[in-house]
């Protein structure tokens, strides 16, 4: 479990001693990622293709986030080229791919 969570700070880029792995399923992880993540009023940026995109977009509307998307059609994928203008235009604390792991910004907060 050491291990684990010497991971999982690296992904998320902090030092939090209880930072721990829940089992679940993958909407377990979406919704624990944007609980402890997300603030009322921060501008949240997903990427929608499909069903899970659009049961993010619900998530985190609930917990108060201004939610702003791109959208693709199924199959095809979120590349960064693609999404400059709307990430430069949103500036968004959070977003979220589903090529890629959730990325925070505080550069601007």
Same mark, same amino acid.
């Given at each position: 479990?050491?291990?684990?969570?010497?991971?999982?700070?690296?992904?998320?880029? @902090?030092?939090?001693?209880? @930072?721990?792995?829940?089992?679940?399923?993958?909407?377990?992880?979406?919704?624990?990622?944007?609980?402890?993540?997300?603030?009322?009023?921060?501008?949240?940026?997903?990427?929608? +293709?499909?069903?899970?995109?659009?049961?993010?977009?619900?998530?985190?509307?609930?917990?108060?986030?201004?939610?702003?998307?791109?959208? +693709?059609?199924?199959?095809?994928?979120?590349?960064? @080229?693609?999404?400059?203008?709307?990430? +430069?235009?949103?500036?968004?604390?959070?977003?979220?791919?589903?090529?890629? +792991?959730?990325?925070?910004?505080?550069?601007?907060?």
């Amino acid at each position: 479990m050491d291990e684990i969570q010497s991971l999982l700070r690296y992904v998320w880029q @902090t030092e939090n001693p209880l @930072t721990i792995a829940v089992s679940g399923t993958g909407t377990a992880a979406m919704e624990a990622t944007i609980a402890n993540s997300v603030e009322p009023g921060d501008v949240v940026l997903i990427g929608v +293709k499909g069903y899970f995109g659009n049961r993010l977009v619900d998530m985190a509307g609930r917990y108060g986030a201004d939610v702003r998307t791109i959208t +693709k059609p199924w199959g095809q994928v979120f590349r960064s @080229t693609n999404c400059g203008l709307q990430w +430069k235009h949103t500036d968004p604390r959070f977003w979220h791919s589903f090529m890629q +792991k959730p990325q925070l910004e505080h550069a601007s907060h």
